[in-house]
Structure formats: C-alpha cells, structure tokens
C-alpha cells in the first residue's frame, strides 16, 4: 500500500452519516432562508416610501 493512502485511512476515521441527517441540514437552511426572507419582506411592506426617499 502506498504511503499516502495508509496515512489517510490511519489519520481520518470513517464517519457514517444517515441520509436523514442530510434531510435535516437541508430543511434547516430552508426554514432560515424562508424566515429571514418573510421577515425582510414584512419589514420593507410596512415601511412608509416617503422616510426611504427622504434619507
């Protein structure tokens, strides 16, 4: 066995990660985007024009 690849398989240990975890993590990014999206929208709907183009 070459070098290299006896020193990875010695220094990085084979992590399993379930396919639901993914599902999670991906759910979780949705759920902050959608959040903060509806957040920025409700904010820029109930703000008066006229106080943006007076700044």
């Known amino acids: ?3 290299k690849k006896v020193f ?3 220094i990085f240990p084979r992590i ?3 396919w639901w ?3 999670l ?3 979780t990014t949705l759920l ?3 959040v903060t999206i509806s ?3 409700i904010k820029a709907s109930l703000a008066n024009p ?3 183009l007076n700044n």
């Open 50 to 52: 006229m106080n943006a």
């Open 39 to 41: 957040f920025q929208a």
């Open 32 to 34: 902050i985007a959608l």
């Open 8 to 10: 990875y398989i010695n």
């Open 16 to 18: 399993h990660i379930s």
């Open 1 to 3: 066995m070459p070098f």
């Open 25 to 27: 993590a991906g759910l």
């Open 21 to 23: 975890m993914f599902v």
